[in-house]
C-alpha cells in the first residue's frame, strides 16, 4: 500500500506560524509523525509540501497509477481552489482531508471547502493526530476495496 501525504502553502512553517492555532510542534516534526502512522498500518508513504496551487495539482497527477490513496492538508487552498478539487476527481483515488485547527469553529471563510468534495472523509481539530486518523481510515478502507 503506498500513500501519498500531501501538505499545502506555510505548513512548512509550523512551529514558527501562529503557535496558538496550529501548536509549537514543527514541520520535521509533523512529518516523522506521519512516516511513523504509515509504518504502523504496514503503508508506504511519500510526504510532500508545497506553497503553490499548481504543485500540488502535478503532484496530484503524478500520483495516478503511482500510489492507492491520499491524505491532503491543502492548507489555504482548501477554501479558493478548483483546481485541486478537479485534480483529485480527475485520479479517483480514495483521499482523506485533515486540518490541524478546527476550520468549522475559525472565520466565515474557512467554512467552504472545495478539496473536500472529493474527500471519503475530513479531520479536523485534532492536531498531528488527525493524520493518523486519516492514514489508518485510508489503510482499512483500502483492505476492504
Ligand atoms: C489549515 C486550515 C486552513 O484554513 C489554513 O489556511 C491553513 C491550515 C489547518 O491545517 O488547520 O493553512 O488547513
Redesign the pocket.
Known amino acids: 500500500m503506498k500513500l501519498l501525504v500531501i501538505n499545502g ?3 512548512n512553517l509550523l512551529g514558527i506560524r501562529e503557535p496558538e492555532v496550529y501548536g509549537r510542534e514543527d514541520y520535521a516534526a509533523l512529518v516523522a509523525y506521519i512516516e511513523r502512522c504509515c509504518a504502523e498500518v504496514g503503508a508506504e508513504c511519500k510526504v510532500f509540501q508545497s506553497n503553490h496551487e499548481g504543485a500540488i495539482v502535478d503532484e496530484i497527477q503524478a500520483a495516478y497509477g503511482a500510489y492507492d490513496g491520499i491524505v491532503i ?1 491543502p ?2 487552498y ?2 479558493t481552489s478548483v483546481a485541486i478539487l478537479d485534480a483529485l476527481k480527475a485520479v479517483a483515488l480514495p483521499a482523506v482531508e485533515v ?3 478546527d ?1 468549522s469553529k475559525r472565520e466565515d471563510f ?1 467554512q467552504i471547502s472545495y478539496v473536500g468534495k472529493a474527500c471519503l472523509k475530513t479531520v479536523v481539530g485534532k492536531g498531528f493526530a488527525g493524520y493518523g486518523e486519516a492514514i489508518a481510515f485510508l489503510a482499512a478502507y483500502l483492505a476492504q476495496n
Do not use: G, Q
Request: avoid cysteine; proline fraction near 8%.
Open positions: 502553502p506555510n505548513l492538508n492548507a489555504a482548501t477554501h486540518h490541524l485547527s476550520v474557512r
